[in-house]
């Protein structure tokens, strides 16, 4: 009786065992058969080829950078890809390279060196190749590494600040000679009757 138990019990977990098993392959081969569809729509070899790049940028208005791509070939075909810079805050603002990518080539870079013009400030420099494209911020700063606003704001102290340093030092003497009991017009008098003696 066990033993019709046990044997009982076992076919129901064969058949459902079973059950799960083919349900499983029917899930798998429609999932590879949707795959090949997307990667036939997708487009040939070279038509996502940037893997990596500069992201962030910070440079000086002084300062000459390179920015750049990787471009890689994930198909079984030679292919040729045009790269483009769009730059329109620096020189070169905008330029373009041929490519041709080996098949299953996975690391070509492709960088230009970029000055910017004498403006200060936050930047985006695109480089689009087939379908992809990439966007690199570049932050500008002055000589110093200042943001446009901090140089704005340091120029203004320093202008207040200079003719202070000039303003103070005259009116402490002027002071300093009034608490002595000296009027400032008796000092230049004095000053005056000094030099004739000589």
């Known amino acids: 009786m066990v033993h019709r138990w046990l044997l009982t019990v076992g076919a129901l977990f064969l058949a459902v065992a079973l059950a799960f098993g083919v349900a499983l ?7 590879r058969a949707l795959g090949t569809f997307t990667i036939a729509n997708a487009g040939g070899a070279c ?22 791509v990787t471009l890689a070939n994930g198909g079984r075909s030679t292919c040729k890809v045009t790269v483009k810079l769009e730059a329109p805050h620096f020189q070169p603002s905008s ?3 041929d490519i041709s990518l080996a098949p299953g080539e996975k690391s ?9 013009t004498d403006q200060l400030g ?3 420099v695109k480089l689009k190749a087939a379908h992809d494209e990439q966007i690199i911020g570049i932050r500008v700063t002055s000589v110093l590494g200042l943001s446009a606003a901090h140089a704005e704001l340091l120029t203004l102290i320093g202008t207040i600040l200079g003719s202070s340093g000039i303003t103070i ?15 400032p017009e008796d000092a230049e008098e004095a000053a005056d009757d000094d030099a004739q003696n000589r």
């Open 169 to 183: 030092p005259w009116l402490y003497s002027i002071f300093a000679k009034r608490r002595r009991g000296v009027q």
């Open 25 to 31: 392959m029917w899930h798998t081969s429609r999932a």
């Open 47 to 68: 038509e996502h080829p940037i893997t990596d790049g500069t992201r962030q940028i910070v440079m000086s208005k002084n300062d000459t950078r390179s920015v750049g």
């Open 122 to 124: 936050d930047f985006q």
């Open 95 to 97: 330029e373009s390279a």
């Open 108 to 116: 070509r870079a492709v960088s230009w060196l970029l000055t910017p």
